[in-house]
C-alpha cells in the first residue's frame, strides 16, 4: 500500500515538475585539425530553466563559445541532443538571440536600421516595425541617436545597439558571447547593470559567457565553471544573493574567490608568480 502511495505521489510530482527551457544532454563537438580528431566537448549536461541567468567561465580552449554557437543553431554537427522547450536545436531560431563580444554592426546602417535587422523574420506591418525599433531604443538609452551610424558611436553604444538588435524580435533566451569583453571598465560596469534591469522588466532567460568570475558571480543565478581539452563542466556554483548586489560586498567577494579557485584548481590567482630579473637596477623602475 505504502508502494502504491509513493508512486503515485512520485508520478504527481513530475507531472508538476516544469520541464528546463534549454537542456544539453552528453553534448559532445569534435573538430578536424590538420586530419586528426580534436574533442573540443566532452558529455556536457546542463539545464537551465525560464527566467534563469547562467554563466560559463573557464580558461580559454575550455568550449565557453562552441556551447554557445551549438544552442544558437549556427553549428549542428554535435552528438547528444540539445533542446529548446522540448524540441531539437536544428539550426537558428527566432526564440533564441544573440549578442557577440564584436556589436558586428553594418557600418552602412543607422542605429535604427542596424536594430530592425532583427526582425527581419517577423511579420510585421512597417508601423508595427518602427514602434518595435523605437521601443527598444528607449530601452538601451539610445533616443537621439536613431540617425547615427555605426563609426558615430562609442564602444558602449554600440554595444547597446547590438543588445537592441538581439532583443527587438522578442526572443524568449539572450545568448551572451563576452559582450562586454572589449569595453573599459566603467562602461563594462554600466552596460551590466543595464543588462540587469532589461532582465528584470522582461524575465529573459539569459546564457552568458564570459572569462570575468567577477562579472559571472554579480549577473549570473548560475555559475558553470569549464574545464580545459575537452571541455567539461568541472563545478556549478550557485550565487544565492539577490539583486541588486553589492559589487564589493563580502558574500559576493567569496562566492567570487570559489569560482577563481574553480578555475585555477590550486588557488595560483591570490598568488601570482613573481620572477627576479638579474641586473635590473631599482632606480629605474617606475611605480
Known amino acids: 500500500m505504502n508502494a502504491f502511495i509513493n508512486a503515485a505521489l512520485n508520478a504527481a510530482n513530475q507531472a508538476d515538475a516544469t520541464p528546463p527551457l534549454v537542456s ?9 585539425v590538420d586530419g586528426q580528431a580534436f574533442e573540443a566537448i566532452h558529455n556536457f549536461d546542463l539545464s537551465i530553466n525560464e527566467g534563469e541567468f547562467i554563466a560559463i567561465v573557464g580558461a580559454s580552449g575550455c568550449g565557453k563559445s562552441t556551447l554557445l554557437r551549438l544552442l544558437v543553431g549556427l553549428d549542428t554537427d554535435y ?32 542605429v535604427e536600421q542596424n536594430i530592425g535587422l532583427g526582425l527581419v523574420n517577423e511579420k510585421l506591418t512597417q508601423g508595427e516595425r518602427a514602434r518595435r525599433v523605437h521601443e527598444f531604443v528607449q530601452l538601451v538609452g539610445l533616443v537621439g541617436f536613431e540617425s547615427a551610424y555605426p563609426h558615430q558611436l562609442s564602444g558602449g553604444m554600440a554595444q547597446r545597439v547590438a543588445i537592441a538588435r538581439g532583443l527587438v524580435a522578442s526572443p524568449r533566451i539572450l545568448l551572451l558571447d563576452e559582450p562586454f569583453g572589449a569595453l573599459d571598465a566603467l562602461t563594462r560596469q ?18 552568458l559567457v564570459t572569462h570575468d ?66 641586473g635590473l637596477r631599482p632606480e629605474l623602475i617606475a611605480l
Do not use: C, M
Not at 24 to 32: A, C, H, I, N
Not at 79 to 87: E, F, L, N, Y
Not at 221 to 247: C, F, N
Not at 261 to 269: R, V
Open 24 to 32: 544539453f544532454e552528453q553534448v559532445g563537438k569534435t573538430f578536424t
Open 79 to 110: 552528438s547528444g541532443r540539445i533542446r529548446v522547450d522540448g524540441k531539437p536545436v536544428t539550426g537558428i531560431g527566432g526564440e533564441r538571440g544573440i549578442v557577440f563580444q564584436e556589436h558586428r554592426l553594418f557600418p552602412w546602417l543607422n
Open 190 to 207: 554600466q552596460l551590466q547593470d543595464e543588462l540587469l534591469a532589461i532582465r528584470e522588466r522582461s524575465g529573459i532567460t539569459t546564457l
Open 213 to 278: 568570475a567577477e562579472e559571472a558571480t554579480y549577473l549570473a543565478d548560475r555559475v558553470v565553471v569549464l574545464e580545459p581539452r575537452p571541455g567539461r563542466i568541472k563545478a556549478v556554483v550557485e550565487i544565492d544573493l539577490p539583486h541588486p548586489r553589492q559589487r564589493t560586498g563580502v558574500a559576493l567577494h567569496g562566492l567570487r574567490e570559489k569560482v577563481l579557485h574553480q578555475i585555477t584548481g590550486d588557488g595560483s590567482y591570490l598568488k601570482p608568480q613573481v620572477h627576479r630579473v638579474e
